[in-house]
């Protein structure tokens, strides 16, 4: 065991550094660090990718998700390896930032754990708004880039954007 010896009024340097190292390495394993669940996606590990193959005369066929979507157990393990989630909870569901009726892909970078349980933004919320920004592409309203583009910057703020019901 590493314990760190500090004389009486003795703290220097290098041993706050080291008891400020233990200190968040203690609060990072005993709490999660996403208690609740990511809202948001961490751009670092999930950027959102999109299919350069997805038209709009193609996400707006019928069943046009059908085809494409694959998702391997596997892939989703990873992903909550990534994110330091247990995968064995049943609150969460693996996502894509950027939703297949959108164009996005099955790649890893565009896949995160979504909690069910956030309040008010949760993975309910998120299908609102996915359902949402297909409709607006594929009757003209917006373009797929722009719907690409708002639901991976920041989907609460398209959410609000987009009127959301």
């Not at 590493?2 to 200190?23: D, R, Y």
């Not at 917006?142 to 708002?150: G, R």
Request: glycine share 6%; hydrophobic share 35%; proline share 6%.
């Amino acid at each position: 065991r590493f314990c760190p010896t500090i004389k009486s009024g003795a703290m220097n340097k290098n041993n706050l550094k080291i008891l400020l190292f233990l200190a968040l390495g203690i609060s990072l394993f005993s709490t999660n660090v996403f208690a609740n669940g990511p809202i948001r996606p961490l751009t670092s590990i999930t950027p959102g990718v999109v299919d350069p193959n997805a038209t709009i005369e193609k996400i707006c066929t019928p069943g046009y998700t059908d085809t494409v979507r694959h998702v391997t157990q596997k892939m989703k393990d990873d992903v909550f390896y990534n994110y330091g989630i247990n995968p064995n909870q049943d609150k969460y569901e693996i996502d894509h930032l950027i939703s297949l009726e959108l164009g996005g892909t099955n790649e890893p970078q565009n896949l995160w754990p979504q909690s069910y349980c956030g309040n008010p933004y949760n993975a309910h919320v998120k299908d609102k708004l996915e359902n949402k920004l297909h409709v607006l592409v594929c009757n003209g309203s917006i373009t797929l880039d722009e719907a690409q583009k708002a639901i991976s910057t920041d989907w609460i703020k398209a959410y609000t954007k987009y009127g959301v019901k």
